[in-house]
């Protein structure tokens, strides 16, 4: 597997930055803040899925100032001689892409989600090991740079061994023996909760036999109940019977006397009637003669009714016409006004405009006279342009100025403008002055450049000023134009105002003409009046004639049927008085065959069987209940038993459970992780030993401990030593975890690894032999370890590592 590039596009302070690398060891080099270990972050979040907030506490601070999106894209290629490119967004909305070559460009492999692309990617670098690639990453491959150290240098003993036992991968061993403990205590309790459960049920249980002997004696006298009901409801059924018979007479002689009592009431009633009737026909016809006298007086009343609603309806004529010759007056005096208004408006408005063109032309003729040909406003850009150039010169000669300045400066330290450390070339030799005349020059170059700059400078505030007055006579030649529209507009709407004058005048001939019309129609009803007063005399005259013809027509009209009604209601009278005579015959005979205190008698003897019937249901309908209750409470109980039974099989269970968990966390969970922790630390030891003895060329024994501990071993005085890791220098605890790191990469399968500052805290000649240990490893000689590399990143200002790299990269040149 081999990185071959990388493009990164506004991040951090990469606005557009490509990259390619090498098999074997790429170094890469600049200055401080030029972005270097950027660039081993961008192929963490781009390769390996690295979270951009594990680099940065806020994602915005990963992609470049004033952008609002960056991508990284990393090519690689796979195993198998494939070329692969996994591109990665920064913002929102971002994605994770990855597509292999075909021919010319790389085509997009189809996934379901993140997850699926991640999976993918691991199988392709052949780090598919059940852990995530961030993890990896951040633990062993490409660790930050102030995280190197780790977890290396952490004293709580505890917590250093699930730390490595999580890099590892042996960490799910020891959390499943744990885990178990809450388990195992779980299957107990639960044991314990059951047996509590089950004591509780015995208690309850134990009733069962009892409550089944009183289900069986309530059935039984249920039984002797329900006879007894059945008699006493036999006796009350023939009682009722007998009751009913006795009632059906009463009810019939009470229906009897009640009939004869109504009928009584009816006979006197139509006596009554029979006598009012006789007087509404007396009366009817007497009204009959009233009307037959007042019906000529009544038929001139009418008459003159009519003439005077005919003449009613000419006077609403007459009002009507009257109305409309003064709404036709007014109409004309308003018109005759709004015509003198109009007239002076119009010549008022004609005035305002000949006043107002004269004030248009005027100005305008002002404007053209007092414009000039301002050429300065033309040549605008052209100026600009040339202080620009000017400027951007100047820029250049000042950068070589201060370049020339520094490295004076830098070489006169004797420090290496590369490398930023002590020259061994120069140190200690006098610096020659190569430098002043070349400053002098660029001196005086710049400040022929801010004369020439100043002079443009003043030429385009010129050309900006007339710019400025010929914008401010375009606007108002513009607004003139304005003007001159809407006062171009208003004259057509008062030519408009003039055609409507005319026709507002020939409305006002009109409307008098019309008015005068309606006054000769006024003329014919000048008699009116007259008519109406000698048709109100007529009225008067008559009108208490049509009032008695009104008042007494009703009863006259009525009197053949008051005649009708009267003979009616007489032979109705008789045939009540026929029927009242056999009424009380048919009630004679009734009560001579009733005996009045026998229904009393039977009504008693009801009323006890009623009230022993009531008892017998109720005693039934309780013991029923009891029944009902009773046999809930033993389905219940049954139902208890069950539990119980089912809840002691759960015991057996649980009990078996608990041997077994017993068994797996004494037996395997226990061992397991210990054996692992060992094997691996042996391995990992064998290897780190060699690669520590290259680096630090001594004799000392590097151990991997116990905890993961870094241990040191060696003879001293025929004595053997042993320090551990807080008895070490710094340069020593740097080289041991470099060692165990460069192992710990060999043991998971990684075949690229990446190293932010791998020389700090080591004097020189460490830093020279853990070069050499690099290169060892990468080429597989001085059996350091096996060539397991494919490539190796590192990011250094150590001159040792240019003769060991297969490719130097400067950053920020």
Known sequence: MQILSIHLTDIKSHRDTELSFSSGINVLSGANGSGKSTVFEAIGYALFGVD?????????????????????????????????????TVGPASKWLLAERKGDTFEVEEHSGIAETETRIAQLLGLLNGRSLS????????????????????????????????????????????????????????????????????????????????FAATGAHVEVQQRVLAERSAALFDLEALLKDFESRQKSIT??????????????????????????????????????????????????????????????????????????????????????????????????????????????????????????????????????????????????????????????????????????????????????????????????????????????AEAEDAEKEQHANRVRLQELDRRAAALEEGRRRNHERFERLEASREEHSRVAAEAALRQNDLQRFSSLDAEIERCEGERKRFQADRDTYTAQLKDALDLDNRRQTLGLWERGLRDLQQELAAFTDELAELRLHYEAAKPQELHAAKEQLLIDVAT????????????????????????????????????STFQEKERLVRFLRNQVFRSVSAQLSDRFREEITLHADRIYRTIAESDEELCWGDNYQIILRDMDAGVLRERSDDQLSGGQTMSAVVALRLALLQTIGARVAFFDEPTS???????????????????????????????LFLISHDVAFTEITNQMIPIGE
């Not at 470049?64 to 490119?85: A, C, H, L, M, N």
């Not at 069950?642 to 099989?649: G, H, T, Y």
């Not at 004097?763 to 490893?777: G, Q, T």
């Open 761 to 791: 805290n080591l004097d020189l000649s460490r830093r020279e032999n853990l070069a050499k240990a690099f290169r060892a490893i990468e080429v597989g000689r001085e059996e350091v370890t096996e060539h397991w590399y494919d490539q």
């Open 135 to 214: 993890e990896q990453f951040k633990l062993v491959i490409g660790p930050f740079q102030n995280d190197f150290l780790g977890p290396f240098i952490i004293r709580q003993p505890t917590k250093r061994q699930e730390a490595f036992d999580e890099i590892l991968g042996i960490d799910t061993w020891r959390k499943t023996y744990k885990g178990t403990a809450s388990l195992l205590a779980l299957v107990q309790e639960k044991v314990k909760i059951l047996e509590v459960e089950v004591e509780g049920l015995e208690g309850v249980v134990a009733i069962l036999p009892e409550k089944e002997a009183e």
């Open 255 to 460: 229906t009897l006397a009640t009939q004869i009592q109504l009928l009584e009431g009816r006979i006197r009633d139509g006596g009554e009637k029979i006598a009012t009737q006789k007087q509404r026909v007396d009366e009817a016809l007497h009204a009959f003669a009233l009307v037959e006298a007042s019906r000529s007086g009544k038929e001139s009343f009418e008459q003159a009714e009519e003439q005077l609603s005919e003449l009613r309806n000419m006077e609403l004529m007459r009002r009507a016409i009257e109305q409309d010759i003064a709404k036709l007056e007014v109409k004309a005096r308003l018109l005759s006004q709004a015509l003198d208004h109009e007239e002076q408006e119009i010549a008022k408005v004609d005035r305002e405009q000949a006043l107002e063109d004269r004030l248009i032309g005027q100005t305008r003729e002002d404007i053209l006279l007092n414009s000039a040909s301002f050429t300065a406003a033309e040549q605008l850009q052209e100026r600009r342009n040339a202080a620009d150039r000017l400027r951007a010169e100047r820029s250049l000669l000042e950068g070589r100025r201060i370049a020339l300045v520094e490295g004076e400066d830098t070489l006169a330290e004797g420090i290496c403008p590369f490398f930023q450390e002590q020259c061994l070339n120069v140190a200690g030799l006098a610096p020659a002055d190569h430098f002043s005349m070349k400053i002098g020059d660029l001196d005086r170059a710049m400040a022929d450049f801010d004369r020439r700059i100043g002079d443009a400078a003043r030429k385009v």
């Open 52 to 88: 951009a907030r594990d680099f940065v506490s806020n994602v915005d601070r990963f992609i470049s100032i004033g952008s609002k999106r960056g991508r990284i894209s990393v090519t690689f290629k796979s195993d198998d001689g494939r070329e692969w490119q996994v591109s990665r």
């Open 616 to 651: 017998s249901r109720q005693q039934i309908e309780e013991s029923g209940r009891t029944l009902e209750r009773l046999g809930k409470e033993i389905d219940e109980l049954k139902k208890h038993q069950l539990v119980m039974a089912e809840k002691r099989v759960l015991i």
